[in-house]
């Protein structure tokens, strides 16, 4: 992992760079990149910063953010009964991630078509090695299915991108605010990377100022305004404790 969050760091520079004498919103260029890392994870491959693909589906995503913190997603929420039979703006949200999902699925069916068992490529194919698992030994049903890998690609796309994405931006929000808190921590960069072409992830316990500014932007931030509900869909037990099925 730490290997392709540096490969992509470097086109993200690339791209800073093409924009240093103008004005520029960094929004899609950190969506790109974060989205990219995931990607070269979980599909074993990055796609191109003008990919017209790519960036319809980084679009969806970044709409479905902004709609569901609005007024007819919260309505939705408290009064979903009623109103998911009426021909609102929330109707949209439904629409994509209906093409959002969509884009997944065919990533998924690629990957079925193109991999060689006993040589897994990506966090898919890794999957796919436990399920071919399950049809020999027939004894991880209730932990490996495709269900739970279709959602699984989905939550590592979707909220991997949005929450790291959103903290990179506000972390420069506060850096250009503070711009004495900006120089300790170049200051603090500059001396432990050294003549060194990048840092590591090993690095981090020699820069104490840098971690504590990270963690004050999640302290400030909106990273995530309000917690996002989940639910089991099916009966978990853990240990001696049953989770229930929510009926809804």
């Given at each position: 992992?730490?290997?392709?969050?540096?490969?992509?760091s470097?086109?993200?520079?690339?791209?800073?760079?093409k924009?240093?004498?103008?004005?520029?919103?960094?929004?899609?260029?950190?969506?790109?990149?974060?989205?990219?890392?995931?990607?070269?994870?979980?599909?074993?491959?990055?796609?191109?910063?003008?990919?017209?693909?790519?960036?319809?589906?980084?679009?969806?995503?970044?709409?479905?953010?902004?709609?569901?913190?609005?007024?007819?997603?919260?309505?939705?929420?408290?009064?979903g009964?009623?109103?998911?039979?009426?021909?609102?703006?929330?109707?949209?949200?439904?629409?994509?991630?209906?093409?959002?999902?969509?884009?997944?699925?065919?990533?998924?069916?690629?990957?079925?078509?193109?991999?060689?068992?006993?040589?897994?490529r990506d966090y898919?194919?890794?999957?796919?090695?436990?399920?071919?698992?399950?049809?020999?030994?027939?004894?991880?049903?209730?932990?490996?299915?495709?269900?739970?890998?279709?959602?699984?690609?989905?939550d590592?796309?979707?909220?991997?991108?949005?929450?790291?994405?959103?903290?990179?931006?506000?972390?420069?929000?506060?850096?250009?605010?503070?711009?004495?808190?900006?120089e300790?921590?170049?200051k603090?960069?500059?001396?432990?990377?050294?003549d060194r072409?990048?840092?590591?992830?090993?690095?981090?316990?020699?820069?104490?100022?840098?971690?504590?500014?990270?963690?004050?932007?999640h302290?400030?931030?909106s990273?995530?305004?309000?917690?996002?509900?989940?639910?089991n869909?099916?009966?978990?037990?853990?240990?001696?404790?049953?989770?229930?099925?929510?009926?809804?």
């Amino acid at each position: 992992m730490e290997e392709r969050i540096a490969e992509e760091s470097a086109y993200l520079i690339q791209d800073f760079k093409k924009n240093k004498d103008a004005l520029f919103d960094p929004h899609c260029v950190l969506n790109n990149a974060v989205s990219n890392i995931i990607c070269s994870i979980v599909f074993g491959r990055r796609y191109d910063y003008d990919d017209s693909t790519f960036q319809d589906i980084l679009r969806l995503v970044d709409e479905n953010m902004k709609l569901t913190m609005g007024f007819w997603a919260q309505l939705y929420n408290v009064f979903g009964f009623i109103i998911h039979y009426l021909p609102l703006p929330h109707w949209k949200i439904i629409r994509n991630i209906g093409n959002v999902f969509g884009f997944l699925e065919r990533v998924l069916e690629e990957h079925k078509r193109t991999r060689t068992p006993g040589e897994p490529r990506d966090y898919i194919d890794c999957y796919m090695e436990e399920l071919d698992k399950e049809e020999e030994q027939d004894n991880l049903k209730k932990s490996f299915d495709y269900q739970n890998l279709f959602i699984c690609v989905a939550d590592l796309f979707v909220a991997g991108t949005e929450t790291t994405s959103a903290t990179l931006e506000w972390s420069l929000l506060h850096m250009m605010a503070f711009p004495e808190v900006q120089e300790k921590c170049r200051k603090e960069i500059d001396k432990i990377r050294g003549d060194r072409t990048r840092l590591d992830y090993e690095d981090r316990v020699s820069m104490p100022y840098t971690q504590a500014v990270l963690q004050e932007v999640h302290r400030m931030a909106s990273i995530v305004p309000l917690g996002i509900p989940h639910t089991n869909l099916n009966e978990v037990q853990l240990n001696v404790i049953l989770s229930q099925r929510e009926q809804s």
